[in-house]
């Protein structure tokens, strides 16, 4: 009988979605409240695949590469093979092998073979990864901003191509032969390349000064430091991508072993513990947050330090101080808005007509003030290590939000959304890292 109550207790939790649950041995969200997050982001997954022969968009062609392409989202958005957007996902669990195999191989067939300066006169220098690929000639778009090949590389977007996708191509093979344990997938060449050869050139492909690994861009020779804020402009030591760079280090490192070649994965393993000790000391700010930048817009960065916590970056006494601030900025307002998440909390916002100091958007619009859903997972993992009644509190608001305005409800709803703003402004619908990205945390930070 003990037993049988027991169970029955357990089966009402987990149904219940409406309250937060105030335990701090309970977990973030209830059994009900995963299985919605799973569930809804295996259906934009589905919606989010280009089959072959299929068009993403009218105006846009068929996918003629051969195989199936997840594109960042469902509906109208973004009709293209992104990089970063589909390697966020990959933590999901969700991604066949063999639709990761085809798009980690498309990656490297359209790595830059050679060094070439665009129409606009910025570089893409060899080695470097796409930001996004077309559909329908596979032809390979280094920048932001356009899917032409002939107008692509404007100032706008920087002289030289994101530095995030670099290493996102690292987790790419990382997550695929970390699912398979396909090793000889690193040996197979593309272009006479091996891929192992092309991950490390990719990775030597961001720009760093000579007396440390940070990554690094000035004004004049600028490349975006992540597509997710691809309309500012960040300079200086970069703390996103040398937060990517940090993992692409352990990542090359574990595939180097699988290799039995310990030389070079001691190697990378270096370079991953001389960033652990740099990102603290450079970035870090008086409350325990990490700036985005030691240049322009050098702003403290809800993403870098969230992420940089749940990468074990930070530690002891400043993990505490760093998670407690994230944690008040979440209860006094100034963090999230319906369980979305701010690039920068609005305490911080350069001005009154900005939140980052250079900006294409409007303020409280897309990258510069609205809220996003990509991040709460690094978010809620960072909270809720001083305080689990916090963050089941935001992972209910980032689950009631979804639920209200699922998509699947019908064409006048939207989630999960990019991002949105209380102003009303949303933009998006049907965005996958919105809810891959978390749902990737979740399922780790839960077992």
């Given at each position: 009988m003990k037993i049988i109550t027991t169970l029955f207790s357990f089966f009402l939790m987990t149904q219940v979605h409406s309250q937060p649950i105030n335990n701090e041995f309970a977990p973030l969200l209830s059994l009900a409240d995963f299985q919605f997050l799973k569930k809804m982001t295996e259906d934009v997954l589905e919606s989010s695949r280009i089959y072959p022969g299929e068009e993403a968009a009218k105006g846009f062609g068929p996918n003629n590469t051969g195989g199936i392409l997840i594109r960042p989202g469902g509906r109208d958005c973004y009709p293209a093979f992104w990089i970063r957007d589909y390697a966020m996902s990959l933590e999901s669990g969700l991604i066949p092998p063999e639709e990761q195999r085809h798009m980690l191989q498309l990656t490297a067939s359209t790595q830059c073979n050679q060094s070439w300066i665009t129409q606009g006169g910025s570089l893409i220098p060899y080695g470097a990864i796409a930001d996004h690929i077309r559909v329908d000639d596979g032809r390979p778009i280094y920048f932001p901003g356009t899917y032409s090949y002939e107008e692509q590389g404007v100032p706008e977007f920087g002289t030289l191509p994101p530095i995030s996708d670099q290493f996102f191509f690292v987790h790419m093979a990382y997550m695929y032969v970390k699912t398979t344990a396909d090793r000889s997938i690193l040996h197979s060449e593309t272009n006479g390349l091996t891929l192992i050869k092309r991950l490390e050139l990719a990775y030597r492909t961001a720009t760093s000064r000579s007396h440390n690994p940070l990554v690094y861009t000035t004004e004049h020779l600028r490349g975006v430091d992540f597509g997710f804020r691809d309309v500012q402009v960040i300079t200086g030591d970069l703390c996103f991508p040398s937060l990517l760079k940090y993992r692409a280090s352990h990542e090359l490192a574990w595939l180097f072993k699988q290799l039995g070649l310990s030389q070079q994965a001691e190697s990378y393993t270096h370079t991953a513990d001389k960033l652990k000790e740099l990102i603290p000391l450079v970035f870090l700010d008086s409350r325990g947050m990490l700036k985005a930048s030691t240049g322009r817009s050098s702003q403290a960065d809800v993403w870098s330090t969230a992420l940089a916590v749940h990468l074990g970056i930070l530690e002891e006494e400043t993990l505490e101080k760093t998670c407690l601030f994230l944690t008040n900025a979440y209860l006094d307002g100034t963090l999230a808005y319906r369980g979305n998440i701010r690039h920068i909390l609005t305490s911080d916002d350069f001005s009154e007509t900005t939140a980052w100091e250079i900006s294409l958007a409007q303020k409280n619009t897309y990258q510069n003030g609205a809220y996003w859903g990509t991040p709460v997972g690094w978010v809620v993992d960072a909270i809720s290590r001083v305080n689990r009644e916090a963050a089941q509190?935001?992972?209910?608001?980032?689950?009631?939000?979804?639920?209200?305005?699922?998509?699947?409800?019908?064409?006048?709803?939207?989630?999960?959304y990019e991002c949105f703003h209380p102003s009303g402004n949303r933009q998006n619908p049907v965005y996958l890292t919105s809810v891959a990205s978390p749902y990737g945390v979740f399922r780790k930070i839960m077992k």
């Open positions: 509190k935001l992972v209910l608001e980032y689950i009631s939000e979804l639920r209200e305005n699922d998509y699947r409800k019908g064409v006048e709803y939207g989630a999960p």
